[in-house]
């Protein structure tokens, strides 16, 4: 069945584990670093302007956000490695991401967000590596990559060879936000697993 983008729901937000939903559906998740584009992207993605809530502040979003469309959940998952969070909040934002991923949720799919300008973080390879070793399915989505110039972009292409573990069997996106770029290839893929 073909996926109405712009039907998508907000459903609720969760800031501690023991409040999480049992997962009753397959989920998409959204993961990143703090202002790597994130709500941006979802916004895109489902064409619609205040889903999810844009913040010029980094770290805004303490909460795991659920939406959903048709029979898939989505789940906007609070940015992470911003330096001005306190201690308890950084500890607090682990808890919460720990009991996410391990309590056997239906995770179809895993939305990794690395800005493309720049390395992945410390932070970033961290969780690619997690994700790696935990055997989620997930796929990389490069933001930001129309504030690259043509050379800039393959500078940067060439360099993410070396930069992301296993590059070559990884699925690799560039987007933005802004023009629309790779947006098509991120629904087909959210329309394939809505078909599985």
């Known amino acids: ?6 039907l998508v729901e907000f459903e609720s937000s969760y800031g501690r584990p023991d409040q999480l939903p049992e997962s ?4 998409i998740v959204f993961s990143g670093r703090s ?24 770290g805004k979003t303490a909460t795991i956000n659920f939406f959903r ?19 308890a909040e950084k500890v607090r934002w682990q808890r919460l991401m720990r009991a996410y991923y391990e309590s056997g949720r239906g995770i179809a799919l895993i939305c990794q967000l690395v800005d493309m300008r720049h390395p992945p973080t410390a932070d970033d390879l961290a969780m690619i590596n997690f994700f790696i070793e935990g ?4 796929v990389i989505i ?9 050379t800039e972009r393959g500078r940067r292409r060439e360099a993410l060879r070396t930069e992301l573990p296993y590059y070559d069997e990884i699925t690799v996106i560039e987007t933005s936000a802004e ?6 290839k991120i629904r087909a893929i959210i329309q394939d697993l809505g078909e599985k």
């Open 179 to 184: 023009t629309g770029e790779g947006i098509d």
């Open 24 to 27: 009753d559906l397959p989920e």
């Open 1 to 6: 069945m073909e996926l109405n983008f712009h």
């Open 135 to 138: 055997e989620f399915p997930f």
């Open 142 to 150: 490069l933001t930001k990559a129309d504030k690259l110039n043509k």
């Open 69 to 87: 469309l048709g029979d898939i959940r989505f789940a906007d998952l609070p940015g992470y490695g911003y330096a001005k969070v306190s201690k």
């Open 35 to 58: 202002n790597v584009g994130k709500s941006s992207m979802i916004n895109a993605i489902f064409n619609r302007r205040n889903l999810a809530r844009v913040s010029g502040t980094p």
